[in-house]
């Protein structure tokens, strides 16, 4: 059975009213209940509105004699169940997210065009150089390989490479520098 179809005949057998009449209240006295007993104030409502789900699904509302016993008795197993949750996923391990430290992103328009034109920059000044330089330089800074290794694999002497490397690094750091300074 559907809970549309249960709320259809939980309205025929005045069961409706009376979790309404439930509700009104002990909504109340279940807040200060929770409020006395949880260390996350937020949780309270949730746990409110928890043990009204769950009444809500009992069968017969008029059936329960005591109906303080019962909701109280269900806060209880509500407040148990939260924290076999709160266990499970290591709740208290959690750090609240701080909108102050993870508020986007600080690239600002300008700093985006920045970037890019040192980028193109960059670009030229690679180009500039001769195929062998440049080779080495990107082995060197953006693949991240060792000069030897470098060596090895373009057939030069070590010194070579190193002598290519810093050939590219004051290219490329002129043409940087002379792009900040315009």
């Known amino acids: 059975m559907t809970s549309s179809r249960r709320s259809i005949d939980r309205a025929k057998d005045g069961s409706g009213a009376r979790l309404e009449e439930l509700a009104r209240h002990y909504a109340e006295p279940l ?15 949730d746990l409110v509105q ?15 004699d005591k109906p ?6 269900t806060a ?4 148990r169940d939260q924290a076999r949750r709160d266990q499970a996923r290591h709740r208290d391990a959690h750090v609240a997210f701080d909108l102050g430290k993870h508020d986007g ?3 600002s328009p300008e700093r985006i065009y920045v970037g890019r034109e040192a980028l193109a920059v960059l670009q030229e000044a690679l180009r500039a150089l001769p195929e062998r330089t440049r080779d080495v330089f990107i082995l060197r800074v953006f693949e ?3 000069t030897s290794i ?5 057939r030069l002497s070590t010194r070579s490479v190193e002598m290519h490397y810093a050939k590219a690094l004051a290219h490329v750091a002129a043409a940087l520098r002379e792009y900040r300074d315009e």
């Open 31 to 45: 807040k200060r209940y929770f409020l006395r007993r949880v260390r996350n104030r937020s949780d309270v409502p």
């Open 50 to 64: 928890e043990v009204l789900l769950r009444l809500s699904r009992t069968g017969n509302l008029s059936s329960i």
């Open 68 to 73: 303080e016993n019962y909701l109280f008795t």
């Open 76 to 79: 209880a197993n509500a407040l």
């Open 105 to 107: 992103t600080d690239f």
């Open 144 to 146: 991240e390989q060792k």
């Open 150 to 154: 470098v060596a090895e694999s373009m």
